[in-house]
Nanobody, 122 residues
Framework: QVQLVESGGGLVQAGGSLRLSCAASGRTFSNYVMGWFRQAPGKEREFVAHISWSGTRTYYTDSVKGRFTISRDNAKNTVYLQMNSLKPEDTATYYC???????????????WGQGTQVTVPS
C-alpha cells in the first residue's frame, strides 16, 4: 500500500507559477513510476506527466510541454510538478498517482492521492 498526499494548489493569475508536491508513504517509493493527472469540471481525467523510478526519464502531454516540469526526490519520498506560464485551461484538480509501469493510462496507476485544486482565472 502507498499513501499519497498532494499539496501546493491554489489560485494563481494567468502567466503565474505553482509547484505541486506529492508526499508518499508506505511501500518503497522508488519502486514506482509517479504520474500527475488532472481533471477539470465536466471533463475526463487526463494524463499530465510521469517520471521514471530513478527520475532520469520524464514524459509530458503536449499541452504542458515547455511549461511544466516533473521531478522527484526519492530520499524525501516526494514528487513535484513545477507549473509555469499557467493558463486558464490548466484549471483542474491535480492528482498524483503511482504505477509499477511506465504508462500514461490512468487505469494502470494503482495508488492515487486525494487531489489538489489549481485555479487560473480567465
Amino acid at each position: 500500500q502507498v499513501q499519497l498526499v498532494e499539496s501546493g494548489g491554489g489560485l494563481v493569475q494567468a502567466g503565474g507559477s505553482l509547484r505541486l508536491s506529492c508526499a508518499a508513504s508506505g511501500r518503497t517509493f522508488s519502486n514506482y513510476v509517479m504520474g500527475w493527472f488532472r481533471q477539470a469540471p465536466g471533463k475526463e481525467r487526463e494524463f499530465v506527466a510521469h517520471i521514471s523510478w530513478s527520475g532520469t526519464r520524464t514524459y509530458y502531454t503536449d499541452s504542458v510541454k515547455g511549461r511544466f516540469t516533473i521531478s522527484r526526490d526519492n530520499a524525501k519520498n516526494t514528487v513535484y510538478l513545477q507549473m509555469n506560464s499557467l493558463k486558464p485551461e490548466d484549471t483542474a484538480t491535480y492528482y498524483c498517482a503511482a504505477s509499477l509501469a511506465v504508462t500514461t493510462r490512468d487505469r494502470e496507476y494503482r495508488y492515487w492521492g486525494q487531489g489538489t485544486q489549481v485555479t487560473v482565472p480567465s
